[in-house]
T-cell receptor, first 115, second 110 residues
Framework: DAGVIQSPRHEVTEMGQEVTLRCKPISGHDYLFWYRQTMMRGLELLIYFNNNVPIDDSGMPEDRFSAKMPNASFSTLKIQPSEPRDSAVYFC?????????????FGSGTQLSVL | TQLLEQSPQFLSIQEGENLTVYCNSSSVFSSLQWYRQEPGEGPVLLVTVVTGGEVKKLKRLTFQFGDARKDSSLHITAAQTGDTGLYLCAGETGGFKTIFGAGTRLFVKA
């Protein structure tokens, strides 16, 4: 299995621009999570999906952030307009219900720098 | 708000030494996981503990879940340079939602 695939690995953009991060979960996993990691705040859960449906988006910072999952093999996280404080590493993770505690499989992340 | 506090935040030790890192919360979790993260990569799961008082061993790593399922510890025996990384504890809350502690950054010197 190729694991969770995220693109791009690095993104540098200017303030005000739209940014789109992409994620392909592990085939067969029915949960998908978007996390953001910074030195100050650690790993924060932004939103998660179950069977392509958003379940909890309470971690999404503000209306500038949106996430979609049009099918079981693809999700996007969009920031429009981007701001310097959005600079962070964004991780996508997928999972399936195991019944003995969660096991999240993470992608390698997208390092976002907003200038 | 459910929080997981990890200590210490940073630890630098010599190869061969033992160490323990801690994960504490005022909340009860249905399960707790430990992850290890290396630079430029996502966290990788080491272990999941589910039962209060549970102890799990993974080679030189020993994980313990508190009796009340609010805290956990990770003990590493005879640390090696390959153990260097960021160790994260994570708790599963209701609704299949996992929250993470801020992590303990471990550096093992040769």
């Amino acid at each position: 299995d190729a694991g969770v695939i995220q693109s791009p690995r690095h993104e540098v953009t200017e303030m005000g621009q739209e940014v789109t991060l992409r994620c392909k979960p592990i085939s067969g996993h029915d949960y998908l999570f978007w996390y953001r990691q910074t030195m100050m705040r650690g790993l924060e859960l932004l939103i998660y999906f179950n069977n392509n449906v958003p379940i909890d988006d309470s971690g999404m910072p503000e209306d500038r952030f949106s996430a979609k999952m049009p099918n079981a093999s693809f999700s996007t996280l969009k920031i429009q307009p981007s701001e310097p404080r959005d600079s962070a590493v964004y991780f996508c993770a997928s999972s399936t219900l195991l019944g003995t505690g969660e096991k999240l499989f993470f992608g390698s992340g997208t390092q976002l720098s907003v200038l | 708000t459910q929080l997981l506090e990890q200590s210490p935040q940073f630890l630098s030790i010599q190869e061969g030494e033992n160490l323990t890192v801690y994960c504490n919360s005022s909340s009860v979790f249905s399960s707790l996981q430990w992850y290890r993260q290396e630079p430029g990569e996502g966290p990788v799961l080491l272990v999941t503990v589910v039962t209060g008082g549970e102890v799990k061993k993974l080679k030189r790593l020993t994980f313990q879940f508190g009796d009340a399922r609010k805290d956990s510890s990770l003990h590493i025996t005879a640390a090696q340079t390959g153990d260097t990384g960021l160790y994260l504890c994570a708790g599963e809350t209701g609704g299949f939602k996992t929250i993470f502690g801020a992590g303990t950054r471990l550096f093992v010197k040769a």
